[in-house]
């Protein structure tokens, strides 16, 4: 259930952009096409279509289990529908996060506000931690204080419902999150998969009730109020580490591999990269012949670049300078 987990926030195969080599590797053209709309406006448009239909289905699973809730009194169903209720919200602070990235450059923020997706990444998982306390309280409180439930089929039925809805959501948003390269997308995909297991799991504990064992309704309850918390604290981990500057280490292996295609290039000194919303940002540092003209140099660095475009889809922008003399190996 929790196999999806080191995907989320692009550190996986949710990046599966990366390490692919469909293009021509022999001399001529790596000619890097620029449109005349910007890209990041053309995918932060899919991305909050992307939302708002993740918005509706999941709105629409969470009021009918809230239905079957009321009716049933059901405390397993009740937290899985609180944590699909967290999970519709999310797309709120998603949809804020995209509109402002469309924001151009400013004198102040000369980067764009790519930003606030990472910062729309904590408002998540404090949602999924929010959740998870709720989900929790009720659990064990039902454990002390037994009652009995009502409407088993239609509890069952909810469950499965609730299922559907985070599988179609879930598959939804990990494809438009990759076709887009947001990370912040794709965490929340394989979040609304993990849903889809949990809500799973209140079948489970409808057929132990009607089967005679009563707690397992709240049992339940608080197995998926653990399966909660287990997402706050990786995808935490996830979130910070972004926030921080980190990359998956694929990315700088694909950044040595591209230089391998290029002659002249002696060697790859130094290599640093960083998201920014989700576009990718580079820095390499590489070592020449000291023979080189000043021509050699420029037509190194265009076709480094040139491969790099190629080799990382989802790069923006790419800064390559020489080795400083004297300073040895990065």
């Keep these: 259930m929790m196999s999806g ?6 550190f996986g195969p949710a990046t599966q952009g990366f390490g692919r080599h469909g293009h021509d590797h022999g001399e001529g053209g790596h000619g890097h096409t620029h449109g005349v709309v910007d890209p990041t406006i053309a995918t932060t ?4 279509w992307a939302i708002k239909w993740s918005f509706a289905v999941l709105a629409i699973t969470a009021a009918l289990q809230l239905i079957i809730v009321f009716l049933s009194g059901s405390v397993a169903l009740l937290a899985d529908t609180i944590h699909n209720v967290g999970d519709a919200v999310t797309a709120i602070p998603l949809w804020i996060a995209f509109m402002l990235a469309r924001r151009k450059p400013s004198k102040t923020f000369t980067y764009g506000l790519g930003r606030v997706e990472d910062l729309a990444g904590i408002v998540i998982v404090l949602i999924i931690l929010f959740s998870a306390i709720v989900a929790g309280y009720e659990a064990i409180d039902r454990l002390i204080h037994p009652q009995a439930i009502s409407f088993l089929d239609w509890v069952a039925v909810a469950g499965f419902v609730g299922f559907l809805g985070n599988e179609a959501v879930a598959v939804f948003r990990i494809r438009v999150g990759r076709e887009i390269n947001s990370a912040a997308l794709i965490a929340d ?11 799973l799991a209140v079948v489970l504990g409808a057929v132990g009730v009607w089967l005679g064992f009563p707690l397992a309704d709240p049992i339940i309850g608080l197995l998926i109020t653990v399966a909660i918390f287990a997402i706050v604290w990786q995808s935490s981990k996830a979130v910070l580490t972004r926030m921080l500057d980190g990359v998956e280490p694929g990315i700088v292996d694909e950044i040595h591999h591209a230089a391998e295609h290029v002659r002249g290039v002696e060697r790859v000194a130094q290599v640093q990269a960083r998201w920014i919303g989700h576009r990718l940002h580079a820095d390499i540092a590489i070592k020449v012949a000291e023979t080189a003209s000043a021509k050699d140099v420029v037509g190194i660095t265009e076709a480094l670049r040139g491969e790099l475009f190629d080799h990382l889809p989802a790069l923006s922008e790419a800064n390559i300078r020489l080795e400083r003399k004297g300073k040895g190996a990065y």
């Design 45 to 48: 448009t899919r991305g909050i």
């Design 189 to 199: 995909g394989y979040h609304a998969r993990t849903d889809g297991f949990t809500s």
């Design 5 to 10: 987990i080191r995907d989320w926030f692009g």
